[in-house]
Each structure stands twice: as C-alpha cells, then as structure tokens.
C-alpha cells in the first residue's frame, strides 16, 4: 500500500475516534490560558509556529494537531529536512535520503478542508484550509 493510500486511512479512522474529543468546548480545556480582566475570563490561545521534516511520526502529528487546530493560534507550518530525512541538492552531488516530498503536507490540508465543516459544528475556531495553505511554508 503506498503512503497516501496509507495517509488517507490513518485521518479517517482518526476523524472516526477524534470526534468525541473533538466535542470538547474550548473553555474546558487545559491548552489555553485564562486570561482575566475586568471580572470577565477570556481564553488566550497560545501562539504555536510546526516544523515538521514529513516523517511517519510528524504526519501522524499534523494530523494530531488538525484536530486541535482550534486550541491554538497557529503561525505556521513549516516543513523541512533533518540529518534522517532530506531532500538532497542535484548540483552539490548530494542523494536525497528517505525524503517524502512536499506533497503529502497539501494532501493532507485538502483532506482537512473536507472535514472542517464538521469540525467546526462541534467547537468554534478552526481555521479553514486556505488558511493553513497561506501559512505552511516549504525550507
């Protein structure tokens, strides 16, 4: 089975076991900060920025966190390479290692632009998909 056919099952059965977590208003949970002025609680999100080298563990992450997108104030995404995991340089004679490509990180935002809707009936704030694409960031 190649890794999109594996990608696409890996977010439908955790969209299957991801609802009910997803259900979860916002003002009960622990990932956001209280911030109180005025005799009035409001929630502060925390500015996050991913980087990701598209590793198996990292796309099992992202999609970890499209579920949470929400919770945070996401700044950006940012896919790149490691010591384990890159792309390679044709002019410097350098062999790609294991590299997944670009692809899958789109793959996996239009899938999310799918299931954002539904998302978005069981707690407010989830980016839409252009926005995440407005964001991510490849280097």
């Known amino acids: 089975m190649n890794w999109k056919k594996m ?3 890996g977010i439908v059965g955790l969209f299957s076991l991801g609802l009910t977590a997803c259900s979860t208003s916002p003002s009960t949970t622990s990932s956001a900060k209280k911030n109180v002025t005025n005799n009035q609680t ?4 925390y500015r ?13 992450s992202m999609i970890r966190y499209l579920y949470y997108s929400n919770e945070m104030d996401l700044a950006g995404i940012i896919l790149t390479s490691s010591t384990y995991h890159y792309a390679g340089d044709e002019e410097k004679g350098i062999e790609p290692y294991r590299w997944t490509g670009t692809d899958w990180i789109y793959d996996m935002l ?16 989830y980016p839409t998909a252009n926005t995440l694409r407005n964001i991510t960031k490849i280097g």
């Open 7 to 9: 990608l696409v099952f």
């Open 48 to 60: 996050t920025v991913i980087t990701t080298d598209g590793e198996v563990d990292d796309m099992n």
């Open 42 to 45: 409001s929630l502060e999100k």
């Open 110 to 125: 239009d899938a999310y632009e799918e299931i954002q809707p539904n998302l978005s009936k069981h707690a407010s704030g």
